[in-house]
């Protein structure tokens, strides 16, 4: 926001200035329903199954990536890697420390791995499907394979974020603190 009102403050038209600047608090004030995923994009998307190569992108474990580092040089189960920020730290890295990542934006091509199923009404037409991804790639992901064919999506939003802006309790599971690993 801080940006767009430094642009409305540089229109120099006070008639113009003043209908941007309603129109701008008349959209702030508006409602969302609906999926309002982009408002939650990932930085970087871990990628479990894609081999890791020199050249690629890796982060610990971690449930939240705070790090990224680049492969220089693999050595049998040793990744020799460079950490991408001022620092250019130098560190390595056991290959099932970390995890390879794209950074959003990029480039990926996921698909949908069978892992199971339940059939609960096998003479049925309906049907259902649990995915477990991050929620604004499956929803790519559905678009581009079933765009107009299914009927109801629920997704279940991205809890123990820390995140202040939700509506429930993101601390508590069952009266339990939740520990962010």
Not at 87 to 100: A, G, L, Q
Not at 103 to 110: A, E, K, N, S, V
Not at 135 to 145: D, R
Not at 149 to 161: F, M, Q, S
């Amino acid at each position: 926001m801080a940006v767009i009102n430094n642009l409305i403050n540089r229109v120099t038209d006070p008639k113009l200035r003043q209908q941007l600047l309603d129109e701008v608090e008349r959209m702030n004030k508006q409602k969302k329903f609906g999926l309002v995923f982009e408002e939650h994009l990932p930085e970087a998307t871990p990628l479990y199954d894609v081999p890791i190569i020199k050249g690629c992108l890796v982060a610990k474990r971690e449930n939240f990536f705070s790090s990224y580092y680049l492969v220089e040089k693999i050595e049998g189960n040793v990744l020799f890697c460079e950490r991408q920020d001022e620092s250019h730290e130098k560190v390595t890295f056991k290959k099932d420390e970390v995890v390879r990542v794209e950074m959003f934006g990029r480039p990926i091509y996921p698909c949908l791995q069978s892992m199971d199923e339940v059939r609960n009404a096998p003479n049925s037409d309906l049907w259902h499907t649990l995915i477990e991804a991050d929620n604004y790639h499956a929803l790519q992901l559905l678009v581009y394979l079933y765009g107009g064919k299914v009927d109801c999506i629920y997704i279940d939003p991205p809890y123990n974020t820390g995140a202040k802006d939700w509506k429930y309790n993101n601390e508590l599971v069952g009266g339990i603190k939740v520990a962010h690993i």
